[in-house]
């Protein structure tokens, strides 16, 4: 079986940038978030077994998705590369969007007690400055932060080798 690699993932998602969404028009529930169990699903297959070690793959929206990290403990505020992301909307408190943190590229604070991440993503379903429903797999520059509601899934440390 294939470990768990945010490599493997980051790479395969980086394949995919600039693909139009007719690609994905077999695939259920959000767009966004049925890509990035697609990207893990293939980078995690291992043809020998015919199995995929990708933990991940139940969710077909963000907010599921969110529920699925919760539920296996592996929901964090602060990123690495090869998370998957959630971002929250401020206000209706949904979780709007997912994607793979393809490089965490600094931090900061709104104030004392609000950090801020600038992540480098590789999303689907997104324009070219990051609004969903633009119908590619884009790389953007996104600025989230726990205090909005955003989190970030380890799903590496599901990986049953460690």
């Known amino acids: 079986m294939i470990r768990l690699s945010p490599r493997l993932l980051i790479g395969t ?88 943190v393809a490089r965490v590229c600094g931090a900061g604070r709104y104030s004392a007690s609000e950090p801020y991440f600038d992540v480098a993503t590789i999303e689907g379903d997104s324009d070219e400055g990051g609004m969903i429903g633009g119908g590619r797999t884009v790389r953007v520059t996104r600025r989230l932060s726990p205090v909005n509601g955003d989190l970030f899934l380890r799903w590496v440390e599901l990986d049953g080798f460690r």
Do not use: C
């Not at 394949?15 to 077999?26: E, T």
């Not at 995690?44 to 907010?63: K, M, N, Q, V, Y």
């Open 13 to 100: 998602a980086n394949a995919f940038v600039g693909i139009h969404k007719d690609f994905g028009d077999h695939m259920e529930g959000a767009l966004d978030v049925a890509l990035v169990n697609h990207w893990g699903y293939w980078s995690h297959f291992d043809i020998r077994s015919e199995h995929s070690a990708w933990p991940l793959g139940a969710a077909i929206t963000a907010d599921a998705l969110a529920r699925l990290g919760a539920s296996l403990d592996i929901v964090r505020e602060q990123p690495e590369d090869g998370d998957v992301f959630l971002q929250r909307a401020r206000a209706s408190r949904a979780f709007i969007r997912a994607g793979v």
